[in-house]
């Protein structure tokens, strides 16, 4: 499984941003599709997850402000930000968990969000 994340930026606060993570090498309909994200000097933090049913999770942090969705025909997932923060700086990864369980990573996308 190959996961490509884009569409990270620099933006001011109160901004939006979209970034995409397109998969290969699985059958992405069936995957559990997530985001997190690392700050400086942080561990990584969950922050949106969205289901092969199309449920989704959010962190408490974004709720209201992020939305996850996907697209099958793509093989894409989606991470719309918007009302960015300053906080919300970090890098975004993708994960995928196909239906053997295991997690996969992208590389990340740099957010950068200024006051």
């Known amino acids: 499984v190959q996961l490509q994340a884009s569409g990270g930026g620099s933006v001011q606060a109160g901004g939006s941003l979209r970034l995409s993570c397109l998969a290969s090498g699985t059958t992405f309909s069936l995957n559990v599709m997530g985001w997190y994200r690392q700050a400086p000097g942080q561990q990584r933090e969950f922050v949106a997850r969205i289901s092969a049913d199309g449920s989704t999770n959010y962190a408490n942090s974004v709720k209201g402000r992020f939305t996850i969705s996907r697209d099958n025909a793509k093989n894409t997932s989606y991470l719309q930000l918007n009302s960015l923060e300053p906080e919300d700086t970090g890098v975004y990864y993708c994960?995928?968990?196909?239906?053997?369980?295991?997690?996969?990573w992208g590389q990340g996308t740099l957010v950068t969000v200024s006051s």
């Open positions: 994960d995928a968990v196909p239906i053997d369980g295991r997690m996969y």
